[in-house]
């Protein structure tokens, strides 16, 4: 079992920034990808980044050039994923879900984090 909790949400206005961070908990070892997805009011949910165990990172084309995901394998008890955000845009308003996969392809996921740029 892999647990997820999930800081760093909040309200920013357009142009700014926020980290969200997603600690990992439990079997870590079992875990080959962390992620981050969102999910507006009325909507899907939908995929932000990913980044495997060696660093490869995938990002969706709407955030590409101002979202970086990194993660942090180092510590032997917890895996830490982050998701810097920047130039935030208000189509950016939605609940952030930390997500984990492991070798079975099997999914966890955070609480959510909202986030929401306004002016």
């Known amino acids: 079992q892999v647990q997820l909790m999930e800081s760093g949400g909040g309200l920013v206005q357009p142009g700014g920034s926020l980290r969200l961070s997603c600690v990992a908990s439990?079997?870590?070892?079992?875990?080959?990808?962390m992620g981050w997805y969102r999910q507006a009011p009325g909507k899907q949910r939908d995929l932000v980044a990913t980044?495997?165990?060696?660093?490869?990172?995938?990002?969706?084309e709407s955030v590409k050039g101002r979202f970086t995901i990194s993660r942090d394998n180092a510590k032997n008890t917890k895996n830490t994923a982050y998701l810097q955000m920047n130039s935030l845009k208000p189509e950016d308003t939605a609940v952030y879900y930390c997500n984990a996969m492991d070798w079975r392809q099997y999914a966890y996921w955070g609480q959510g984090t909202q986030v929401t740029v306004s002016s």
């Open positions: 980044i495997t165990r060696d660093g490869t990172t995938n990002y969706a």
């Open positions: 439990g079997s870590i070892f079992s875990i080959t990808a």
